[in-house]
């Protein structure tokens, strides 16, 4: 699966839950830079591929001051999500090695998600630095951080089903000792 459909797939599941706090009416009994909102808003952007407006969201929502318990997560789903955009030069300037920075930099903040996307870019092709072992750590990582499929969303679901394909694709490719130093890597994520 491609990285555009699993960030579609994921933006598609997670957004009805997002639609329903940010309707026109209750946008009137918030400030205009509700992070929730902006996150909202972003997606409808990426939705309608508007990227550049959905960037801009996504950079306001990671730039944005915290306020209310709960906005730190928005933060780093925005970061992770504008960092595909990055990664794929989609209405910004693509700048892959800085989008696996980010990942990074979102994986700190909580994000589940960044870790199938540095899964998927060290095992990709067109990313310079492949590197299946990192590839098969990150997938593995999302199993470390959360052993049980079942305790997840529908959407983290997704990002979990998509770590095992992954997985599995990595694996046969490698040797007994590279799955180990994987596996070791994976840890060090944690």
Not at 89 to 106: S, Y
Not at 149 to 165: F, I, N
Request: with cysteine; glycine share 6%; hydrophobic share 40%.
């Amino acid at each position: 699966m491609n990285f555009r459909l699993l960030t579609i797939s994921f933006l598609f599941l997670s957004s009805p839950v997002l639609a329903d706090k940010c309707k026109i009416e209750y946008l009137g009994e918030l400030e205009y830079t509700d992070i929730e909102c902006q996150f909202y808003m972003g997606t409808t952007a990426y939705r309608n591929e508007v990227y550049e407006v959905a960037a801009a969201h996504w950079n306001f929502v990671i730039a944005a001051p915290l306020k209310f318990e709960g906005e730190d997560q928005f933060q780093a789903m925005a970061l992770s999500t504008v960092t595909f955009l990055t990664y794929q030069g989609l209405g910004v300037k693509q700048d892959r090695n800085l989008a696996v920075k980010n990942w990074k930099d979102a994986v700190l903040k909580g994000d589940f998600e960044a870790r199938r996307h540095l899964g998927m870019a060290y095992s990709d092709k067109n990313y310079k630095k492949v590197d299946l072992v990192k590839a098969l750590g990150w997938y593995e990582s999302i199993f470390l951080v959360q052993p049980d499929l079942e305790v997840l969303d529908e959407s983290d679901q997704g990002v979990y089903q998509d770590a095992l394909d992954g997985a599995k694709s990595i694996k046969v490719k490698l040797s007994t000792s590279d799955i180990q130093k994987a596996m070791e890597f994976a840890q060090s994520t944690v």
